[in-house]
């Protein structure tokens, strides 16, 4: 699993390396999720309780935050620390955002460095139902997915708001 997240961090690490700060608040289409600064300087991230029909195209910042927050929150359950809440997950904003997600990938790899075979056997509650029957195993596969999907995703952005530049 260590080897699987290598690649997929060497690969989303090519697309984080171009960002720039205004890449993060690009919006790709009229209807999208991103993340709003607030008077005090916070920023809150657009949510819904129920996933609306059309599902709003994230932007980079949301993409970004949302990696932090459900990879964060695993470490969180891993780690034995109480789990924060979604609106207790910080976003830095554009000009932090790279170095956050950096900040997260060595935090992981010390997570999983400490991982045994026994305790990837041990049964895991988070972020699926109690009754799901999975395991610490099940949870790291699901970051290593989670995560290549979400920088595929920034990626893809990334790429497009480039071409429309050079159109």
């Known amino acids: 699993m260590r080897w699987q997240f290598d690649l997929t961090w060497a690969l989303g690490e090519v697309h984080l390396a171009e960002l720039a700060p205004d890449d993060f608040r690009w919006e790709p289409a009229a209807h999208c999720w991103t993340m709003r600064r607030q008077d005090g300087g916070t920023w809150i991230a657009d949510w819904a309780e129920t996933e609306p029909d059309p599902i709003p195209v994230p932007t980079m910042a949301w993409l970004s935050w949302h990696i932090g927050w459900w990879w964060g929150t695993t470490m969180d ?3 034995g620390r109480p789990v924060r809440a979604r609106e207790e997950v910080r976003w830095p904003g554009p000009d932090g955002a790279v170095a956050w997600l950096t900040a997260l990938r060595d935090e992981w790899l010390t997570v ?10 041990e049964p895991s509650e988070y972020p699926w139902p109690e009754d799901a029957g999975l395991t610490v195993g099940h949870q790291v596969a699901w970051v290593n997915a989670e995560l290549m999907k979400n920088l595929a995703e920034i990626g893809q952005q990334r790429l497009a708001r480039a071409a429309l530049r050079t159109g």
């Open 112 to 121: 999983l460095d400490a991982l045994t075979e026994e305790r990837l056997d």
């Open 77 to 79: 359950h891993l780690q």
